[in-house]
């Protein structure tokens, strides 16, 4: 899968994307971070780390238009997309768009994608104005907003719209504990999620976004999941903080450390589980990653001792858990996607 990404420049550093495909092409090079105290990365940098959470064997072109001190513009974005269309791209990433009147090059740069049946995946503006190319019909514009639906996400084959039910997105896999707001981000998701099924259902690319947001896994009820009864398995067992969490949000019988969690299932093997949730709440995100096997087979044998399996943290794409949902029958609760 070949991913084309229009955007700002980045540097790509941390570990996360150590054994990730990025190929950059710098139209402008540098490049601002969004905060310098809680997300010191590029723009880019949280796209692609949204795209390859979804898809980690994805390769990435990124076009770099954006730079330092350059803005974005009609002509920019059109060069780019055409620029992806001659390298072969199956689907283009857009969390930048341009807020202006009806562009026809702009337009006529997305027809020609459709013909070539290459979806775009464009951000609407955050700002309730006007953004292109999202605002076309032949582009998936994404855009968020918070309400109190239980989907996560919401389509609108009208006007061929994405819409996230919460604007926040957690860099988990950046090891962040700020969520940042934003549509670029939130497209990018909806990017990495298409891209895997974009093979399947090529010819029709609303069929798999209906059959992805169909699915079980699309629904949730946080506050009903965090009044039900629960163990809390978790690396940090004693800390302040965790304890904390626990008592302000969940109704937890017993907190267990996660290094312990066979062990403790083994000793309170004559308990019945069935109506109690597995609440997982690990905070290092490379933790987690270094103990994957492991982590895979608890969440396999605690499927089938417990109600249900709650992640506090998005560890899980989209694609893993319709793997544990149709192999095994467990649905994995995350309180983000």
Do not use: W
């Not at 780019?80 to 990433?93: F, K, L, P, R």
């Not at 290094?259 to 309170?268: E, G, K, P």
């Not at 609440?279 to 490379?286: A, L």
């Not at 089938?304 to 793997?323: A, C, I, L, T, W």
Request: hydrophobic letters at 35%; one cysteine or more.
């Amino acid at each position: 899968m070949k991913i084309g990404v229009i955007d700002s420049d980045g540097d790509f550093t941390h570990p996360f994307f150590k054994d990730k495909n990025i190929n950059q092409v710098k139209v402008n090079a540098g490049y601002n971070v969004l905060s310098r105290n809680n997300f010191p990365y590029s723009h880019s940098e949280y796209v692609c780390a949204s795209i390859l959470k979804e898809n980690p064997k994805a390769e990435i072109v990124l076009r770099s238009i954006i730079g330092k001190e350059q803005k974005n513009t009609c002509k920019l974005l059109v060069d780019g997309i055409n620029s992806m269309m001659a390298g072969d791209v199956d689907i283009i990433n857009l969390s930048v768009g341009v807020e202006v009147l009806h562009n026809r090059d702009l337009l006529d740069v997305c027809k020609k994608a459709e013909s070539k049946k290459i979806p775009i995946i464009a951000a609407h503006s955050n700002y309730d104005t006007i953004a292109y190319p999202a605002n076309f019909n032949n582009v998936i514009g994404v855009y968020s907003e918070n309400n109190k639906s239980t989907k996560f996400i919401d389509y609108d084959c009208n006007f061929n719209n994405v819409k996230f039910n919460c604007d926040l997105t957690s860099y988990y896999q950046l090891d962040q504990v700020f969520l940042l707001r934003g549509n670029s981000f939130c497209t990018a998701t909806m990017t990495g999620i298409l891209s895997n099924y974009i093979g399947e259902y090529q010819e029709s690319i609303q069929q798999g976004i209906n059959y992805l947001f169909k699915s079980p896994i699309n629904e949730i009820d946080v506050i009903s999941y965090k009044n039900e009864s629960s163990i809390c398995f978790t690396d940090v067992p004693n800390s302040n903080n965790e304890i904390k969490y626990i008592k302000n949000n969940l109704n937890c019988e017993d907190i267990v450390d996660i290094s312990d969690a066979q062990n403790y299932l083994y000793r309170n093997h004559y308990m019945d589980f069935s109506n109690t949730l597995c609440f997982i709440d690990i905070n290092s995100y490379s933790y987690i990653n270094k103990n994957r096997k492991c982590i895979d087979e608890f969440v396999i044998n605690v499927g089938k001792k417990f109600k249900g399996v709650v992640f506090r943290y998005p560890y899980y794409n989209v694609k893993e858990r319709m793997f544990f949902l149709e192999n095994y029958g467990i649905k994995i609760i995350q309180f983000a996607i």
